[in-house]
């Protein structure tokens, strides 16, 4: 998901027609980051049609605000089978999952 920043919350044309909506999600706002509204359409839009039915998740979050929302956490664990794990603050880079080539 790219969020990039508009005045007017509005994605322009010429990003729109840049990019393969059926390959990333693209959105914006006044601020250009993620929020809670924007946390919300990532879960629906990218990590939802991901999941296979009866399976469980763990879904690993770095300290930012809008992962931590609680309604949002608790809507992913009843209604996708989705337990969400944050990194303490100031932890991401010692925590985080690399990819190694």
Known sequence: MLIFKEGNGQLPKKIKEAYDGTRIV???NKIGWMNKQS???WVD???VPVLKDDESYLLIYDSFVCHKDEQLMKSLLENHLTEVAVIPGGCTSVLQPRCWS
Do not use: I, P
């Open 39 to 41: 946390m919300q359409e």
């Open 45 to 47: 839009e990218v990590w």
């Open 26 to 28: 693209l959105k914006a």
